[in-house]
């Protein structure tokens, strides 16, 4: 696609439900990022994925959160029982190469998760 | 391991005033810096990127950054303030981490909040 999509634009759920988070990333790019941006907090990285290498989930706050990559492409972020602290705006990122490090990302919109 | 600094959390301008954003970061090598910007509701995008070379770096929108080494800093300038620029900015640093092994993560500053009055 031309951008970074990410669905559902906002997410309002019950704690202790589970949620999924859409990410699409530009095609061809083999990068893809997760980051999760609380109010005042800046960005908090999430999980990386590269290509068929083994992600860098060093970011991942609790064994609740979880992500996949199928394909090489869409990711799915998985929040399980969500709790009130979960609630963020959840950004993707993705890159041409392993090097977004080097190059920067591309970002999508991201997904507001609100847990009442 | 590295970091960024945004010392000012919110900043405001008045329309057609300077602007000048302040962003100090700690990495072990040379670092890639870069600036993004965020406006309400959207995600990051790209203003400029810093790899090597020349110390003052141009973007889009009118913005430049100068890299101080000796500072540790990169901050971001702009001459002439729009009401358009409102928005949030923020400082990263990427390059090679611990082991050089990997290039992939940028890492983040908490971001300043620009408002621009009339």
């Known amino acids: 696609g031309a951008g970074v999509s990410q669905s559902p634009s906002n997410k309002v759920t019950e704690k202790g439900k589970d949620v999924e988070l859409r990410c699409d990333p530009i095609s061809g790019h083999t990068a893809l990022y997760w980051y999760r941006q609380s109010l005042g907090q800046g960005l908090e990285f999430l999980i990386y994925f590269q290509g068929n290498s083994a992600p860098d989930k060093s970011g991942l706050p609790s064994d609740r959160f979880s992500a996949e990559r199928t394909g090489g492409s869409v990711s799915t972020l998985t929040i399980q029982r969500t709790q009130q602290e979960d609630s963020a705006v959840y950004l993707c990122?993705?890159?041409?190469?392993?090097?977004?490090?080097?190059?920067?990302?591309?970002f999508g919109s991201g997904t507001r998760l609100t847990v009442v | 391991a590295q970091s960024v600094t945004q010392p000012d959390i919110h900043i405001t301008v008045s329309e057609g005033a300077s602007l000048e954003l302040r962003c100090n970061y700690s990495?072990?090598?040379?670092?890639?810096l870069f600036w993004y910007v965020q406006s309400p509701g959207q995600g990051l995008q790209l203003l400029l990127k810093y790899f090597s070379g020349d110390t003052l770096v141009q973007g889009i929108k009118g913005f430049e950054a100068e890299f101080k080494r000796s500072q540790s800093s990169f901050n971001l300038r702009k001459p002439s303030v729009h009401w358009s620029d409102a928005a949030e900015y923020f400082c990263?640093?990427?390059?090679?981490?611990?082991?050089?092994?990997?290039?992939?993560?940028?890492?983040f500053g908490q971001g300043t909040i620009l408002t621009v009055h009339p």
């Open positions: 990263a640093v990427g390059g090679p981490d611990a082991g050089g092994t990997s290039y992939g993560k940028l890492t």
């Open positions: 990495y072990g090598a040379t670092p890639y």
């Open positions: 990122a993705s890159s041409p190469s392993s090097a977004g490090g080097i190059y920067g990302y591309t």
